[in-house]
């Protein structure tokens, strides 16, 4: 291992977990938005998720190769939302990518409309103005730092979004690959759909790590805009009753079974809440006005947008009257 040539990146933490293992956790003010991971097998190299960002995906491969000495053998992508697998982009043909079937046939169709979107640069400088312009009259602090987060990252995407190219899975599995190495043994699960329409996990048995990807959002809001609620909470019951001690989210800190607890029971606060408004026949716009109580208050940070977004999703699913979209 080659730690004497190893930096911090600026865009994420890198944790140790275990000999060989490593969480990599994004870092305010930097380009990523997500979480990653990296796992020595021994003999070769395997990465979990690649960020969302081209410069943050090659600050974690060349961590990645540094560690130890050689290229990354497999990325493997837990889902299809584009925050956790643009980065892939940096990788070469010496690294192999990994996911379910669903993810890659889904992540093609995203993929498709993010290359669109990229060639419409005025669109996003637009963004960025509507963002500076919102900066200079919020007073909200939690509304300050994500919109500051949110320039930043901005500003990275568009620094290199013209030479984007999307690259997806080369295989594809269907429920379980076990990857055998000269150190462990680790396997890639497929927990189906729940938080996205397929969820797949890297579990480590022997050192109880895992990695949960979107299954686990630790001190921040989950995103339940293209989620199963039913079968979401499912897959974090899992991880509540296993014997998993280390749980990787995919946002947020390095946490364990008490935060998947936690984020059972902010599902369970916000349904109540919601349910109230929908069975006194509230609107939308009343739903909106709900106050979380601790800790789930401070959740916000950082992520206002997804508090309206899961408003809405469980606004609906409760059969609420969504207003019509202009």
Known sequence: MQKNKLQDSQHFTLKHLASGVYACIHKSGGAAYSNAGIVDLGDRTIVVDAFDTMVAGRDLRQTAEVLFGRPVDRLILTHPHSDHWIGASVFDETTRLLANKTTRKISKKWGAGIVK???DRGAWEERIKEMEGQLQTEQDEHVRVSLENSIIRTRY??????KFQPRYADQAFDETVTF????????????????????????????????????????????????????????????????Y???????????????????LEYLDV?????????????????????????????WLFGGTGKFETNVRYLFAHFGGELPKEE
Not at 202 to 225: K, N
Not at 274 to 288: C, D, K, L, T
């Open 117 to 119: 979107d990229f060639k």
């Open 157 to 162: 995407v568009m620094a290199e979004m013209a």
């Open 180 to 243: 055998h190495g000269s150190k462990r043994i680790v396997e890639f699960r497929s927990l189906g759909r729940g938080h996205s329409e397929d969820d797949a996990v890297l579990l480590l048995p022997q050192e109880r790590i895992a990695f949960i990807g979107d299954i686990g959002f630790f001190d921040t809001q989950p995103f339940l805009g293209f989620c199963d609620i039913a079968l979401y909470r499912k897959q974090m019951l899992f991880f509540q009753d296993s014997d």
């Open 245 to 263: 001690d280390v749980l990787v989210p995919g946002h947020g800190p390095v946490g364990g079974r008490d935060d998947i607890a936690l984020q």
């Open 270 to 298: 916000m349904e109540e809440l919601i349910v109230n408004v929908v069975q006194r026949g509230g609107s939308f716009e009343e739903a909106m006005q709900i106050t979380l109580p601790k800790p789930f208050s401070k």
